[in-house]
């Protein structure tokens, strides 16, 4: 190309608006165009990069965050579950074992309604939400910053991952781990499964950790049976269990739960018509801050010593979640109380012991128990406590030794008092002689030197093994079995009520004995079954011998000095006990459904026995005054509308009587032990004296006018008992002199 051809291509130089070329500037370039002035200021648009830059650190942060967050192990609280025990009928609750309350119920026994309630107080988008309420956040936020009360985002999920997994420490560090924890949740469990997790941890006041113990401790019911006003009780007091509580501040807990009820007609969970109609539910009164006050902590305290003995760990007890269904009756329970309150004395009472024992024969099911006044003034059980000596109660065992010897109840002893018997002195009660007397009449008088006589004659250890197979625990305090003594019959030893109960028991049951058991089914935390109670039964004794014994203490009833059970207005058999001293006094007695031991004792701040002499204004506390009172209140009330059931019928043998003749002339002509004289062949049952219609007793067949309702006592009728220094007769050695005897009259107070 020339360089003309190159200057043809040449644009012409631009002209100015004058027409003239543009200038140059002194180095030859045109002067610099002039840009434009920017319409957004360079620092907005940095902070709009610094922005969206910490917003995606941001984002990345809770990511990594979030998946760097563990659900860690729920604590102890949210993990404990009382266990729980009912009375028999499975229903109504006895009391928990452990600290916790909770017991964890699915969200399906939880009424819809309920449900709802809890969500209109707490959290009405629950189930919109991903655990976390970015409005709430926010309004805490501003709260904290500005002074208020620290808080955070109330959500349930976050309620709960609080409460589960966290401390209850009021920080931000445990605020941003409860967002990191509840939206982690949200992820990972269903809105149900978290609802469900949150009722039965959140904290509703009263000791009550969960929705079912709310239930039971304010309206006394079960969850599944709560209706949407009583939920919205509970719903409301969640926000501030002490500050709500209907003892302290019911108006603002009615203006909670009015708030509560607004807002489920506003979410549609109610219609206008529900919440028009909506009366604010009565609440029970506040129980003693103690769980275990009153009879609550001996019954508590018997089942968990079972339940320790059976093998279950005492963690699994207290925190595990074991439902315990008792062989305690609630009717009896309640009697058990009634009848102390109503028949015990009331003046003198200082150093008192009073127990209650009640069992099913056959079954040994423990229906009742009265251990003290109070167990967290004194936990000792007087019910199975072995303490207290049992005096004449030990001789329906000698009766059953007897009749097993053959030893009929129309066989004669010695009823004189003093006497002397293989070198033991003793007295009869109030030093009374009764002349010759037939086995049954001095079972009804209660006669020791009667009774020490015939135990001589069958061997003490025959009396001793009758005992025992009775059911009294060879371990039991003073039964001195390696050391025997013609004192054993008057009752030295000191078994518990219980022990007593059920050895009678073993009578009742026509010979059968059974072990004892006050828990009868355990059922695990997923309801399966650990533990169901089948009595261990042994048959002891004929059913002959026992219903030997029957027949004698059911003539004792009628006439003898148990006769203030008469008032039971039932077929009853029963025998009182007194000691020497007057340090204890006994009543134990049976029908066919039930057999109940009452025992009186005195202590002093030592725990040293003293006499009962004065307790109640009464000069003498015999088994026939005081406790046969409690024991014939006790069982009418316990028996109430169960059928009036016989007694066994008696064996033919208690019109048996000694072949005094031929044993006369089998002894060179002296008549042995029971017979009266050579002309004992003649020899029938003798009448033991009359009812109030005339009727003769004795005769099996003889009846009994009834005694008019009422727990009245019929007039006083001595028992016997040793002489309080009782000797031995120089060369004899028979064993130790009896520190314990009996006194036992019909009762002279009025229960």
Same mark, same amino acid.
């Given at each position: ?10 644009? &012409? ?11 140059? !500037?002194?180095?030859?370039?045109? &002067? ?9 200021? #360079? ?85 919109? #939400? ?37 401390? =209850? ?28 997790? $949150? ?50 501040? @019911? ?18 969970? *109610? ?53 315990? *269904? ?58 199975? @406590? ?5 005096? !004449? ?22 009823? !004189? ?16 002689? /009764?002349?010759?007397? +037939? ?91 650990? /533990?169901? $109670? ?57 029908? &066919? ?17 003293? +006499? ?6 009464? @000069? ?5 005054? /005081? ?6 209140? $006790? ?6 509308? =169960? ?34 004289? #050579? ?17 003769? /007793? ?41 520190? !314990?005897?009996?006194?036992?009259? &019909? ?5």
């Amino acid at each position: 190309m020339t360089q003309d051809q190159r200057g043809a291509n040449r644009r &012409p130089p631009a002209r100015s608006s004058s027409g003239r070329p543009p200038t140059r !500037s002194s180095s030859g370039r045109p &002067p610099a165009r002039r840009r434009k002035k920017s319409k957004r200021p #360079h620092w907005v648009r940095r902070i709009l990069i610094a922005g969206v830059v910490l917003f995606v650190l941001g984002i990345a942060g809770f990511a990594l965050a979030l998946a760097l967050t563990t659900i860690p192990t729920p604590s102890e609280l949210a993990t404990s579950q009382a266990t729980v025990v009912y009375y028999a009928d499975g229903k109504n609750e006895v009391g928990r074992l452990g600290d916790s309350s909770r017991r964890s119920v699915p969200l399906d026994q939880v009424p819809e309604d309920v449900q709802k309630a809890i969500l209109a107080a707490e959290d009405r988008d629950f189930y919109e #939400h991903g655990g976390i309420s970015p409005i709430g956040l926010a309004r805490a936020a501003v709260n904290n910053l500005t002074g208020g009360s620290t808080q955070g985002g109330s959500t349930i999920t976050q309620q709960y991952a609080k409460n589960a997994f966290l401390s =209850q420490e009021r920080s931000w560090n445990r605020k941003i781990r409860e967002a990191l924890l509840a939206f982690k949740l949200e992820t990972v469990a269903s809105k149900d499964q978290i609802l469900e997790d $949150y009722l039965n941890t959140i904290y509703f006041g009263r000791n009550a950790n969960g929705i079912d113990a709310a239930a039971r401790a304010y309206f006394s019911k079960s969850v599944t049976d709560l209706t949407f006003a009583e939920g919205a009780v509970l719903a409301a007091i969640i926000k501030s269990p002490s500050g709500l509580a209907p003892e302290n501040n @019911r108006s603002g807990l009615r203006a909670r739960w009015s708030y509560v009820l607004d807002g489920m007609e506003s979410q549609g969970w *109610i219609n206008s018509d529900q919440r028009a109609g909506a009366r604010f539910p009565e609440i029970l009164q506040a129980k003693n801050a103690n769980r275990l006050g009153g009879q609550t902590g001996y019954l508590l305290q018997g089942i968990k010593d079972q339940l320790i003995g059976m093998g279950f760990d005492e963690s699994e007890i207290e925190s595990g979640g074991l439902q315990i *269904i008792s062989t305690l009756e609630k009717r009896a329970e309640d009697a058990a109380i009634a009848a102390v309150e109503a028949s015990g004395p009331s003046s003198n009472i200082e150093g008192l012991r009073i127990g209650l024992a009640s069992v099913r024969p056959s079954t040994g099911e423990i229906v009742a128990l009265y251990g003290g006044k109070d167990f967290i003034a004194d936990q000792i059980n007087n019910a199975t @406590r072995p303490f207290a000596q049992a005096g !004449s109660t030990f001789k329906p065992f000698a009766l059953a030794a007897a009749t097993e010897k053959n030893m009929p109840l129309t066989s004669v002893w010695s009823g !004189s008092s003093p006497i002397t018997v293989n070198g033991y002195t003793l007295t009869n009660y109030n030093d009374r002689s /009764f002349g010759e007397i +037939s086995l049954l009449k001095a079972t009804l008088r209660s006669v020791n030197s009667a009774y020490v006589q015939m135990e001589s004659a069958i061997g003490v250890d025959a009396v001793a093994n009758a005992a025992v197979r009775a059911g009294i625990p060879e371990s039991t305090p003073g039964l001195n079995l390696d050391k025997l003594d013609l004192t054993f019959v008057l009752g030295t030893a000191s078994p518990s009520g219980l022990s007593m109960a059920n050895a009678y028991a073993t009578f009742a049951a026509q010979g059968v004995r059974s072990s004892t058991s006050i828990v009868k089914q355990v059922i695990g935390p997923n309801c399966g079954l650990l /533990f169901d $109670y089948e009595p261990a039964r042994t048959t002891v004794f004929d059913s002959r011998v026992a219903d030997t014994v029957t027949y004698a203490l059911g003539q004792n009833v009628q006439v003898g000095t148990g006769v203030a059970a008469r008032a039971l207005n039932r077929p009853s058999s029963a025998k009182t006990g007194t000691t020497d001293g007057n340090k204890s006094a006994w009543f134990v007695g049976y029908t &066919p459904q039930l057999s109940t031991a009452v025992l009186m004792a005195k202590e002093n701040s030592s725990g040293v026995p003293v +006499s009962l002499s004065g307790t109640g204004g009464l @000069r003498t506390v015999t088994g026939g005054s /005081f406790p046969a009172a409690i024991w014939t209140k $006790y069982m009418r009330a316990a028996l109430k509308g =169960q059928p009036v059931m016989p007694l066994p019928a008696p064996p033919a043998s208690i019109n048996d009587r000694l072949d005094c003749v031929a044993l006369a002339d089998a002894n060179g002509g002296v008549p042995p032990l029971g017979c009266a004289n #050579h002309d004992a062949t003649e020899f029938s049952p003798e009448p033991i004296g009359e009812a109030p219609n005339g009727d003769v /007793f004795g005769d099996p067949s003889s009846t009994v006018a009834p005694v008019p309702p009422g727990d009245g006592a019929p007039k006083q009728v001595p028992e016997s008992r040793p002489s309080k220094s009782p000797t031995k007769s120089p060369g004899k050695s028979p064993g130790k002199a009896p520190v !314990s005897g009996n006194g036992d009259g &019909p009762p002279s107070v009025a229960g």
